[in-house]
């Protein structure tokens, strides 16, 4: 089980379109796997060594990742994600920029959800026992606002439950990718009172 790191907001709005950023994201996902260096990234991701070198020096900026002093040697650097529950802020707090920022970032969410998505759907075969392990629920509940804020923090307390870091994945584990979708319905209109005449 993963140290359940503080929530942080996020505000700032240079800091969203960091983790915006195609090549960026793709940057913090391979780093889940553990520390790497720019020339490994640029070997997995078919980017130069000069590009991801910059890509991470601007995630470290914000705090993203982080330099691994003792793996380092001459020039050659290493880097780490840090662990962080990064939220945003809610809607009703959220200037135009940081919707704007948002929305962007929601959207190259779903794509990258159905792009997985597409690869499971073309050949689950392929995955033997673990095709079994697609995971799919729908549901409809009826909650408050308070309620919907105490359901997020339940899923996020689940999440970490089952967080483990590289060395302490067991053999024979695989990495799946969860994803919550919640989306809140418009407020049925009130029934028209009756006229009299």
């Not at 994201?25 to 070997?43: F, H, M, Q, W, Y």
């Not at 980017?47 to 793996?71: C, D, I, M, N, W």
């Not at 650097?77 to 662990?83: L, Y």
């Amino acid at each position: 089980m993963a140290d359940r790191p503080p929530a942080k907001e996020i505000t700032d709005v240079a800091a969203l379109r960091l983790l915006v950023h195609p090549l960026r994201r793709k940057i913090e996902e391979c780093l889940r796997d553990g520390p790497v260096n720019s020339a490994t990234l640029a070997r997995v991701l078919g980017e130069s060594t000069g590009s991801t070198s910059y890509h991470l020096r601007q995630l470290a900026k914000y705090g993203f990742v982080e330099e691994v002093p003792e793996l380092s040697k001459g020039r050659e650097r290493w880097w780490r994600a840090v662990p962080g529950d990064r939220r945003f802020p809610p809607y009703s707090r959220q200037t135009p920029e940081v919707r704007e920022a948002l929305s962007e970032m929601v959207q190259h969410n779903f794509a990258e959800l159905f792009e997985l998505f597409s690869r499971f759907a073309a050949s689950p075969e392929a995955l033997g026992e673990w095709a079994d392990a697609f995971l799919f629920s729908r549901a409809t509940l009826r909650l408050t606002l308070d309620e919907t804020k105490e359901f997020f923090e339940e899923y996020i307390a689940l999440i970490y439950r089952f967080s483990r870091s590289t060395e302490e994945t067991p053999p024979g584990a695989r990495r799946m990718h969860v994803r919550l979708l919640g989306i809140p319905e418009a407020a049925a209109s009130e029934p028209a009172a009756d006229s009299e005449e």
